[in-house]
């Protein structure tokens, strides 16, 4: 069975720019989180989107939001990208809402900002 | 005090040796832990859950939570050079409303 499946892999753009990224989860999976994984801090949620709701919500500024759709596939945007927005942005998605019955993660896209 | 310490390594063993992870945490409400294997290039993977304090054996895997000690551990043993990756320990609370949180990961080289 297909895995979770993230594009675009990579990324370059400019700051100042914004970037959408996608997310399709496996399926029969409703809920989908997203991650911020950088060197220096590691993993960091973003959000969790849940039969296209928004559940849970991290610690980050306002130009980062995203949504998901009625077939469970999720987007997330970057509005005005600034450079320590480079990062490997992971999704995962679940069978049920929540982080109790564990993640499967995408392989990620690399996103640059130059 | 971070939620989640872990220590980033790199920790590299000779192929055959037993090898010791381990992660530290602050919020008691912690009640689900796991460990993930990160390859280079490549989104995390779930290999081991255990709910609560106790052992929990996986093949080569073995995960150990002390909750009294807000301490888990993740053993691997006779390791293999495909065992080279980053290891992430993640836990959350048993609301279900809360995020999974992870620690920074441990790299770990197994050298043949």
């Known amino acids: 069975k297909a895995g979770v499946t993230q594009t675009p892999r990579y990324l370059i753009k400019t700051r100042g720019q914004q970037v959408t990224l996608s997310c399709s989860p496996i399926?029969?999976?409703?809920?989908v989180s997203w991650y911020q994984q950088t060197p220096g801090q590691g993993l960091q949620f973003l959000f969790e989107y849940f039969s296209e709701t928004q559940r849970n919500k991290g610690n980050f500024p306002g130009r980062f939001s995203g949504r998901q759709f009625s077939n469970s596939r999720s987007e997330m945007n970057v509005s005005t990208l600034e450079l320590g927005d480079s990062a490997l942005y992971l999704c995962a998605s679940s069978l049920g809402a929540g982080p109790i019955y564990g993640y499967t993660f995408g392989s990620g896209t690399r996103l640059t900002v130059v | 005090q971070k939620e989640v310490e872990q220590d980033p390594g790199p920790l590299s063993v000779p192929e055959g040796a037993i090898v010791s992870l381990n992660c530290t945490y602050s919020?008691?409400?912690?009640?689900?832990f796991m460990w993930y294997r990160q390859y280079s290039r490549k989104g995390p993977e779930l290999l081991m859950y255990t709910y609560s304090s106790g052992n929990k054996e996986d093949g080569r895997f073995t995960a150990q939570v002390d909750k009294s000690s807000k301490y888990i551990s993740l053993f691997i043993r006779d390791s293999q050079p495909s065992d080279s990756a980053t290891y992430l320990c993640?836990?959350?609370?048993?609301?279900?409303?809360?995020?999974?949180?992870f620690g920074k990961g441990t790299r770990l080289s197994v050298i043949a």
């Open positions: 919020n008691s409400a912690f009640q689900y």
């Open positions: 993640a836990m959350t609370s048993s609301s279900g409303n809360t995020p999974l949180v």
């Open positions: 399926s029969g999976h409703r809920s």
